[in-house]
């Protein structure tokens, strides 16, 4: 969350005041086989005319909601109406033949916004894309729709969603656009996005927050809470780069010395780094397989820094490398091996909880590309004077629906990536 940027602060237990306009929960439903056609403007190589060609674009199964219209018709997936988006050369992208109908059940639809008008929710849906055109439209994305015309991009409206256990900002959204007698927003998903929402039917989280989360409390914020009758927290507790106030955290709070709750204003915990590195991508292939990121190994590619302290000991990546059958293949394995060469026991399954990748860039400013989960990892274990090792593996689908290959490290030698384990 986020501690309050102003006015009254606390040491410990002043709470929290996120309000929303809808908080709620339903079943989602399902509405499979979908399509999205777009115009395209085809030339003659022989006579030089052009003439126009429609094709599928992206195809899926819609989860979620969708209200049932009646004669209205409303609904934020229409054919024949199209959507605003950039996803073809002419901006002709319509979703395929009717409605998404009657979709889910138990959604509270209707509110009243920040400028007092009453707004009812239409569509509330992931799309969970398994073909896109050729990677240039996005495989997986978020759509909300609400019923009426030019309805403002605006905090009244509403500042952030929560579908699943993703949260997103209105102000975040790709596209905003009029359809059907809606206003729809369509948020673009990376694949860790997609599995935080959950994709599928079952129970899902619906929120439309009116303001976001702030904390009152410097504890509740950063941990150390004595709720339930733990021992007192201390200001001294607090000092940046301590117990609760890791060193990524970017406010302006002293590591010793004088501290005061002024230090505070605004600040947002973040969790504190394992290990950090860069990776400069190296690739391999041949008969049954298609490499792509580290390994000590044959000198494929490098890390800015291979070598962190683990369990109390030293010990050194000596592979962070994403393994496939060949560079088509749409799933393939993420291994993390590190090597304690003194050691007669592997390092333990524990210290760490999530590998977060990010693309194209050398730190952790934004959001991660990608999430490995610890807990999700086949864990194996060898020990030996000389060879002690620990080594989590992932199966996992390439990003989008594309190949593994190409979208996890990708296929690119010299591409830089920053890792951070935490």
């Not at 849906?125 to 403002?152: E, R």
């Not at 409206?157 to 656009?177: E, N, P, V």
């Not at 990776?279 to 041949?286: H, L, R």
């Not at 490098?302 to 496939?324: H, M, P, W």
């Amino acid at each position: 969350m986020t501690l309050v940027s102003n006015g009254q602060l606390a040491l410990d237990d002043l709470g929290a005041n996120t309000t929303y306009f809808i908080n709620d929960s339903f079943t989602a439903g399902s509405n499979t086989s979908r399509d999205i056609d777009g115009d395209f403007q085809v030339e003659d190589p022989d006579t030089g005319q052009t003439s126009t060609v429609t094709r599928t674009i992206w195809q899926g199964p819609v989860y979620g909601y969708n209200l049932n219209a009646g004669a209205s018709g409303q609904t934020g997936w229409k054919d024949a109406v199209g959507w605003g988006v950039d996803w073809d050369d002419g901006g002709n992208v319509r979703p395929d033949v009717g409605s998404l109908a009657a979709m889910g059940s138990g959604l509270t639809v209707t509110y009243t916004d920040g400028s007092s008008t009453s707004r009812t929710v239409v569509t509330v849906g992931l799309a969970d894309g398994s073909k896109g055109p050729d990677g240039t439209a996005p495989d997986k994305f978020l759509i909300l729709a609400l019923a009426g015309a030019n309805i403002p991009d605006s905090d009244n409206t509403f500042k952030q969603i929560t579908y699943g256990g993703l949260t997103l900002d209105r102000s975040a959204k790709d596209y905003k656009f009029n359809t059907n007698v809606c206003t729809v927003w369509i948020w673009e998903l990376t694949l860790s996005q997609r599995n935080s929402a959950g994709s599928g039917t079952g129970t899902k989280t619906f929120q439309l927050v009116q303001t976001s989360g702030t904390n009152n409390g410097i504890a509740e914020e950063f941990g150390g809470t004595n709720a339930g009758g733990g021992a007192p927290v201390a200001m001294s507790e607090y000092y940046k780069g301590g117990t609760f106030v890791t060193s990524n955290v970017t406010a302006s709070i002293p590591t010793s010395g004088e501290i005061a709750f002024s230090d505070f204003y605004g600040a947002t915990y973040a969790a504190g780094s394992f290990h950090t590195t860069t990776m400069t991508v190296g690739t391999a292939g041949g008969y049954g397989y298609a490499h792509s990121g580290f390994s000590s190994s044959g000198s494929l590619g490098s890390l800015g820094d291979a070598t962190l302290t683990y369990n109390s000991r030293a010990v050194t990546i000596i592979r962070l490398r994403g393994e496939a059958s060949s560079s088509t293949v749409s799933t393939g394995t993420v291994d993390f091996i590190i090597e304690d060469d003194l050691a007669t026991t592997s390092p333990p399954n524990s210290g760490w909880t999530t590998m977060n990748i990010y693309k194209n860039q050398t730190d952790n400013s934004g959001s991660p590309d990608n999430t490995l989960s610890r807990s999700a990892a086949t864990y194996t274990a060898s020990g030996g004077v000389g060879f002690a090792n620990a080594k989590w593996s992932w199966t996992v689908a390439g990003d989008f629906g594309g190949a593994f290959y190409g979208t996890w490290f990708g296929g690119t030698n010299g591409a830089v990536h920053f890792i951070e384990i935490v």
